[in-house]
């Protein structure tokens, strides 16, 4: 279903977390981040994670992705967060590029008269 949809392994050693995405039941996207994605979205079903998620249930995990470390997923959590629906929709697609790991096709956008490149590194200015 989706791309590590579930704890490390008990005594790996590893520093793992996930970002994740839900659809809400009123369509809309919820973006979070936890150490533990099943424990996570139970308290989501259960409408004790979120105030937001609480409000507009139910809720469906339709992405994720594991990365290494909290400070990593924060990061990444922040990135798809500043994303404008109709990109996190391509991400959820897997048309979305420019973030590492994810297939698809380079995008740019227009913003207050400069390009950017859609990247989680550096945004590149076309001036």
């Known amino acids: 279903m989706c791309a590590g949809s579930g704890p490390s ?4 050693g590893k520093d793992v977390s ?3 995405i839900l659809r809400c039941g009123d369509g809309s996207l919820y973006t979070g981040i936890a150490k533990d994605l099943a424990a996570r979205l139970r308290k989501h079903r259960a409408g004790r994670a979120s105030r ?11 992405w994720s992705r594991e990365v290494s470390g909290w400070s990593r997923a924060l990061r990444e959590e922040r990135r798809i967060k500043k994303l404008c629906r ?4 391509a991400l959820l697609a897997g048309g979305l590029t420019g973030l590492p790991g994810l297939p698809g096709t380079r995008r740019e956008r227009r913003q207050g008269g400069l390009y950017f490149r859609l990247s989680w590194e550096v945004p590149w200015l076309f001036f």
């Open 9 to 12: 392994p008990a005594g790996s």
């Open 18 to 20: 996930f970002v994740y």
């Open 52 to 62: 937001y998620t609480r409000a507009h249930l139910p809720v469906t995990l339709v």
């Open 86 to 89: 109709s990109d996190k929709e």
